[in-house]
């Protein structure tokens, strides 16, 4: 039996976009530290990560969507905070972000990690940026590496 399993470990020669939502940036902001610095410490050097910043969650698969396809990143990470309001908005937002990204990467071949909260209440997402529930940009950002590496071990990959 053979088995495969992605290390979370820099992978030599990748670099990595990070996608940010300028919307709620309290959150986001926290998101995008917690990436980072995951990623520095599993070894990513400080010349591969770019980071591109989004009016708002809604826009991060169009940007995700040109950074794929541009072919000079070995994944994208996608950060994020949708939160419920008083209307319906939120949930075609969260449907459509987690949609979009979905569908990037599966034309692409390029892991883009779904690290756009969606939280019931502020207090929720601040649990997820770095509080109680840890940081989720850091744990989009390891799931990244782990992909990356996962790909390349797999049959049909050219490197």
Known sequence: ???YQGQL??????????????????????LLSG??????????DEDDVEVVWS?????IPVI??????SGQYAAV??????IRGGTDHYQYVAAEVSKGLSVVALRSGVPCIMGVLTCD?????????GAKSGNKG?????????????LRQLPGNES
């Open 121 to 129: 209440t502020i207090e929720q997402a601040v649990d997820r940026a």
């Open 64 to 69: 995700a969507a040109r950074l794929a396809e």
């Open 9 to 30: 470990t820099a992978p030599a020669e990748a670099k990595f976009a990070l996608v940010v939502s300028r919307f709620n940036e309290f959150i986001t902001s926290r």
């Open 77 to 82: 990470v996608c950060l994020g905070a949708v």
């Open 138 to 150: 850091a744990a989009a950002a390891v799931a990244a590496l782990e992909m990356v590496n996962l």
């Open 35 to 44: 990436a980072v610095d995951a990623l520095h410490r599993h070894g990513v």
């Open 1 to 3: 039996m053979k088995e």
């Open 55 to 59: 009016p708002g969650s809604f826009e």
